[in-house]
């Protein structure tokens, strides 16, 4: 009767949609959507702007100068590939902000731990961290402990219960653009009101 689904590529899951609405289903995308016309109803946030506010956050908590690392997600996944363009263009607002290092952490704390530890080897100082996805954040935490170095300022995306827990532990002064828990809630409702046959919005914004 209905498909609700969170997709990891736009483009990939477009022409599966589509042909569920033409036959009559209704297609929720709960946090990522696909590419054309085909979901009923997206229930997402603005990703782009997440990236940017996060590291607009990040580069006013630097007084807008100093040395900084970005560290992204998965290569060519929608939403790394848009936290890191939102991000990239406040970070360009702030002349005296430089990138000393970015990478990719497949949102692994393994994979994003060995990145980290290898950018800290290369680098003196680093001021700050952005995370575009901070389940990573736990791995930048643990790679400037372990390496003793000074606790950066941070900024980044959709944090999780781990990160959060360190970051109060470790005094970590940091901005974060979350996905609101709530979200996954609000998705499920909306999915009862298109059953219903109640009028939705084509997309609906989870954070007010």
Not at 65 to 89: C, Q, R, T, Y
Not at 94 to 99: L, M
């Amino acid at each position: 009767d209905l498909i609700l689904l969170t997709s990891l590529s736009r483009a990939g899951l477009q022409a599966p949609v589509e042909r569920a609405v033409a036959a009559g289903i209704p297609v929720v995308t709960c946090m990522a959507t696909v590419a054309g016309d085909g979901p009923t109803v997206d229930v997402s946030r603005n990703i782009p702007l997440q990236g940017y506010e996060s590291a607009k956050g990040l580069a006013e908590r630097l007084g807008g100068k100093g040395n900084v690392v970005m560290l992204h997600g998965i290569p060519g996944v929608d939403a790394a590939e848009f936290w890191k363009s939102g991000a990239a263009a406040a970070f360009a607002e702030y002349p005296d902000i430089k990138i000393v290092a970015e990478d990719y952490g497949q949102w692994s704390v393994s994979d994003a731990t060995d990145v980290m530890r290898a950018i800290l080897a290369a680098n003196e100082q680093i001021d700050g961290v952005w995370v575009g996805g901070l389940e990573m954040g736990v791995s930048v935490i643990n790679a400037f402990k372990d390496a003793g170095r000074a606790m950066p300022k941070m900024g980044g995306t959709n944090p999780i219960n781990g990160f959060l827990r360190l970051a109060i532990e470790n005094g970590v002064d940091f901005y974060a653009a979350p996905f609101p828990p709530g979200a996954a809630k609000l998705c499920v409702e909306t999915a009862f009101k298109v059953l219903a046959g109640e009028s939705v919005p084509r997309f609906i914004e989870v954070a007010d």
